[in-house]
């Protein structure tokens, strides 16, 4: 692994085996909430690139040592470090929707006066570091957004996925799907790069510009751009 992430499918598997065992912070392991959420994923019927973006969502934390959400450290982002991890092993399919999921809880947050109330007290506390609920004109960027509906879709399973005890399939259960999504985005990759390019590597290609587009809309809707006087928690976490 270098020092951006790991560099293969391989490392970022056994990364992910070498610290599943850490306390997520609500009750389950990384680990479990990885598999829960995956399992939700595939449940619903997701695509197999949403359920793999499920499975390793929370892959920016793999960066820090530290995986405790009981310990106040500030949220620095971690969901477009997951993007930066993802997107240059499994594509933009994938890492768009990690890169907004953290937007999703915000948007859902300023749209849904319950769901503050059904959020995890670890959650609610995230909520403020990362920007608290959005203002009336980033709900509308983001609702314009391509990726929109799956960041969405990838943001309730996330909140669902903190159930202890609940056996689900294990993370090597994914290896194969991750292993085809990874094949079909090194090909379409290297056709454009060959200048072969087919209907759909055109799409991807743009899936790339796309994820630039998206950490900015990301970066642009950070904490520091939100009044800090909207916030409704004090403490510092993630
Ligand atoms: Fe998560």
Not at 30 to 55: F, K, M, N, P, T
Not at 164 to 184: F, G
Not at 200 to 216: F, H, I, V, W
Request: charged fraction near 25%; hydrophobic fraction near 35%; glycine fraction near 8%.
């Amino acid at each position: 692994m270098n020092g951006a992430g790991p560099a293969s499918l391989e490392e970022l598997f056994a990364l992910h085996h070498s610290l599943g065992h850490r306390h997520y912070g609500e009750g389950v392991s990384a680990d479990d909430h990885a598999r829960q959420c995956a399992a939700l994923a595939s449940a619903d019927g997701a695509s197999g690139e949403l359920v793999i973006a499920a499975l390793f969502h929370d892959a920016g934390w793999y960066l820090h040592d530290d995986h405790s959400h009981d310990d106040g450290s500030v949220d620095d982002d971690h969901a477009a470090a997951g993007a930066r991890i993802l997107s240059p092993l499994l594509g933009p399919e994938v890492a768009q929707p990690v890169a907004l999921h953290v937007m999703a809880k915000r948007w859902r947050a300023s749209i849904d006066p319950d769901y503050l109330d059904e959020l995890s007290a670890t959650s609610r506390a995230t909520l403020v570091a990362q920007g608290g609920p959005l203002l009336a004109d980033e709900r509308a960027r983001f609702e314009a957004h391509p990726g929109f509906g799956a960041a969405l879709a990838l943001r309730s399973w996330d909140d669902r996925a903190k159930a202890s005890l609940v056996d689900t399939p294990d993370v090597e259960q994914y290896r194969s799907l991750a292993e085809s999504i990874a094949q079909r985005f090194n090909e379409s990759r290297a056709r454009v790069t060959t200048g072969t390019r087919s209907p759909d590597s055109g799409q991807r290609q743009d899936g790339e510009s796309g994820a630039r587009e998206t950490e900015a809309l990301s970066r642009s809707q950070r904490a520091s751009d939100v009044p800090h006087e909207r916030t409704r928690h004090g403490h510092q976490s993630r």
